[in-house]
């Protein structure tokens, strides 16, 4: 059950990054919902390796194939599988690692977990495996474009540099208007530059994602262990290299007292209630309050640099390793699609959960 | 499923604020585990209202009963019921409340969703919810305690003060030797001066609550959706008032590159692997990997403040409402078993997948 | 998880025949559902001890109190948990079985599996535990008649004895007019003097419950896994001292060819569907098609007899044990109310499930 | 979540019988199982159509290829994707069932359940399906021949034709002996010329499928709801026209007394205990005994037969039908690999569940 995500609607993904492929097989999407491979296709591309060059070169065409569940354009409602191929295989990249673990990879603890490892790419650990989550997440968005949900993610963070985005109006072609993923186009520039100099450098930095969720209605969610937050929650931090998360307001609410930082609400003359501020970031007790849902996703610098680093060996014996191959210098442009996805599975879950209780 | 987690050791909470009592179901605890009273309740009373002056002056006893699962002080292996009657319920409090969603509370949320809520005492969005949580947490923490794990939480930050904390060494000791339960006794004595004057403002503050688990072996954890640190956040993020969960570094660390924040592995004279930082908290790829997990929660400042504020009632008329009853000015001291608990369960059902896996 | 039954409309039982009581969690209820103590109350009269003279006499009034998820006779769409104490437990009775392992009991294969065994009353396979069922079953009851289905269970056979029971309009009445739970009288006259004659001879017989579910629409249940009927099968299956079951015309449809035995679809004048016959039971391809689902469920003769039989201790030396204590001679008047309920618990499932796709 | 099976081993089918192909994820396999593409390939030759001359004659190689979660021929302890492309698809016989209801076929139910229907090859109601439940099933043998558990399923009746087998003591060499797969090679003879007749006159029969797992320890199932009979009975219920299951004697023991049908325990010098009847099949309140596991299941008559029929059209107007393509006239030969791979995803969670709770 490790590769499983979703009560209702619900994806399995598998796929290791060399091998025969990766993919994902979707349950539980409702039936007659139009499925496009254009637009899952359009997701995986802003996914892709590649993409720019501030991604790492290795070439991946990354070109998906449905297998079962739709007809004619339209799911059956009956399971989706999808296949991508793995092309660009290069394992002679990963002999040194077959033996030495990566500082701040996967490597070992997976060795110590299964007691076996696909050393080659990473196998599991690879970004390889969000493909699948893509792909998913692009009919997971199709399917809440009919209850009027949108979904935009951005870059808002990398290293020191800091952009301004409203996520009140901020939209898919601000974010894809430049090869950062960030809408600020003036501090996207900066960060472009930043991001090339580090690569330069053999080095890598990280940075925070932000994710707002328009339209969602107010009563999705469940009010304990299932919150809408808290599931979000699980979603985002289960992506690669994502180490922090935060619904609204997040840590820097603690800074404030209550009568600071509550978030008052307010009828207008159609009796729409609303809140005055949203600190919360559209969820209270764990149920959506008909606000925007906002969150902020950290990602650490990617673990692979290109200089020597202290590690050991699988046989317990201290030596040192070089990273080689073809990697991101910083992961920021190519989670936003992911972040996208994972809230997209979210909340579509939740509409069906909903939709189950009260019809 | 709205109230259950975990898969293996599982739990099933159920009760409202102001009814029969509140209480969990334990499904999946492993036979002959001693299972202890005093145990339990001792972690109930760090929870329950009225502990200290600086809590909420609600008076509830918070005596568990043990209804099932247990014969002779040991598990049997079936479901463990545990019953707590609620006591002090002073309805007339909530009056007011009844058709006045209080700001920045679930209230509206659950009108929306549900179409009838238990407005008296909170119902189910009340902090009572997590005394199940709690008194499954004490039974985890003593089947963890076989796999030699120990599990340590503090707050670290209240408002603006910040402690000074170390997670290889802080003890329960250190925790509760103040009614804040922050280790670091000096800055524990402003928070508690500071708290007692938010109190008397009938305001409210937040922060930060930090946890360690030290003797988690490496291996435990699932490489995909379940991963270790997605689990636990979800599990923290469901906590009442949590806004922001961070694994190691967290947000912090993005504002590193790769070169300085990387741990690197080290090999000791018996070929003990650890690494020589812990930026990661000890997991990597979503698995432990034998150092001490180390986890920082956000708690915003508690909603119920005794100041008049803008809201709107059921009929989404506009109005104003201004908190009454006895309610925490700052959630914090509370929380640290709360959080306790779901780290403990979270871990022990990782520990039973891992034994299902491996054997 | 071993306790967990459902996956929306979900329940967990717990509890020991001898301890605090036994009990259940219904969670994933719909809100604003009429919930009548009574009702219930009803369904636990139906299979509790000491009802008639042909079931055991061991005294318990089995009287339920609701803890949480009800306001005001309405659901809350939180949690319902319910409790019933145990009364009457006399483990005198079962001093001699505390080393001794009584054939076709459970007693065995739990020492096995989990090493400690409540053996006062049968701990957790003794009957007691399907009174959270039967109770959870009369809320899911409640909820499928707002979706028109309408669920009786009656006793169509005892070891020898055949009842005729037409499944279209069998009634609760017509079941409750005897303390067998068998429709059709004169049978059920005979019933009643072979059991009272079995009891004399401290034997035991069994027989067959049958189950009809009318107005179920046609689109309940899964294609794949969660075929209807293997659902039901499942839940049915679970029951104590159940060994077989059959969907529609079950076993008996190997003796006919095809052409025989298909259901052929007609449409009335109003263009409503239905079948010239129904040997599928209501039931095709996993999927209901409109037609009253009907099923068959075999249960084995009580195992708990009056006479010396050869049987084993706890270690492995041979011996010989007579039943002792108070038990039923049959389980079928007893066994109708429980199947009931987990037909109920199975359909509502499917209802909301249905629901979540289609809305 | 309408295609997915088990908890800890468990898998999720996908695919239509005309489209891209078939397949299957296997999630939570243990790490460092040797993974043979010969076996798997063996099941599903058994399994595949035309393989003799009282099958469909439909013709598909039924190829399988390993897509994840092997390397050098272990498992990695990740999902295992396994797929089966699709390759005779005459969609041509299925033009006029496009708006047609096959008699006792899912057509009506699927249209009534999704709204949309993948009508060409039958689609996911097409027992192609069970191709994902095979090919998994032979990685859950190989896993549990690990624990000494042998899995070995027969045909015992076809119509009116009763083999007699030993459950004890059949091999599947005795099974695969004749193409009927059935081990009484005299009965089996007859069952060929009967079914041979059976389909020249364009009809079909069924027939009971039993099933022996041998070598089981006691402990495995867990007391309640997922007793070994229920979720076994769940898992041969989900398979492709079978209407009914039964434990040990089943429905048969409902003819006999307690006294007459209850299996005694004896012990024999090695202090090891046994029963001396198996009426209860191996399994007792829902728990392995340590006994060979016996089981029968009933497949009716296949539905597609080449005569006339009455039926209505999705205009609900009557008309007439009459079979066309190519169809078993007995499923029952390729039904026994299907059993013994249910039985044996069934046996191989309960292992892991057991090995989770006590090591």
Redesign the interface.
């Known amino acids: ?5 979703g ?2 609607f ?1 994806i ?5 990054s060399h ?5 994902v ?1 979707v ?2 999407c ?3 919902v139009p499925i496009s491979l254009e637009e899952i296709q359009f997701e995986l591309d802003r996914r892709k390796p590649g993409q720019s060059k501030i991604t790492t070169q290795r070439k991946e065409s990354d070109t998906v ?5 739709v ?1 004619d354009g ?8 999808m ?1 991508v191929r793995n092309e660009d295989q290069r394992s002679r990249d990963y002999d040194e690692i077959q033996h030495k ?1 990566r ?8 060795d ?7 050393w080659s790419g990473g ?3 690879s970004a390889r ?1 969000t493909i699948g989550r893509v792909a998913a997440g692009a009919i997971a968005k199709r399917v809440l474009s009919n209850f009027g949900v949108e979904i935009v993610g951005y870059v808002e ?1 990398v ?2 540099l800091h952009a301004t985005v409203d996520p009140l109006t901020v939209t898919l072609a601000d974010v894809e208007a430049n090869i950062v993923r960030c809408p600020d186009q003036a501090v996207a520039a900066e960060m472009l530059t930043h991001i090339e100099e ?1 690569r330069k450098q053999g ?6 994602v932000g994710c707002v969720a328009r339209g969602v ?11 809408l ?10 992506l ?1 290299a ?10 820097g ?15 207008d003359a159609d ?3 609303f ?2 501020t949203n ?3 559209g ?8 606000m925007p849902i906002v969150l902020h996703a ?8 290109m ?1 020597e ?4 060996d699988d ?4 030596t040192t390793l070089k990273g080689r191959g073809r990697h991101d210098p910083c992961v920021l442009p190519r989670a936003v699609p992911m972040v996208e996805a994972m809230v997209a599975l979210v909340l579509v879950d939740h509409a ?8």
Chains 1, 2, 3, 4 share one sequence.
């Open positions: 059950m490790s590769s499983r995500f009560t209702i619900s399995s993904t598998w796929g290791e091998g025969g492929g990766v993919g097989v349950d539980g409702p039936p007659l194939e449905i297998l079962s569940g007809q339209l799911s059956l409602g009956t399971p989706i599988a296949l673990y500082p701040s990879h996967a490597d070992f603890a997976y110590k977990k299964y007691g076996i490892r696909a196998g599991r650990s495996e963070k290293h020191h580090i080095n890598s930095v990280g940075g925070v209605p107010a009563g999705w969610g469940e009010p304990v262990f299932d919150k937050e808290a599931d979000l929650g699980k979603a985002i931090l289960s690669p994502c180490k922090g998360f935060e619904i609204g307001g997040g840590f609410m603690t800074d404030f007292t209550g009568s600071e930082i509550n978030d008052e609400f307010e009828a009796k729409h209630v809140t005055r600190h919360s970031g969820i209270q007790g764990g149920i959506s309050n008909g950290a990602f650490k610098p990617t673990a692979t640099i200089t680093q202290h590690t050991v046989q317990h014996e201290n069906l959960r909903q939709r189950a209780l009260r019809g």
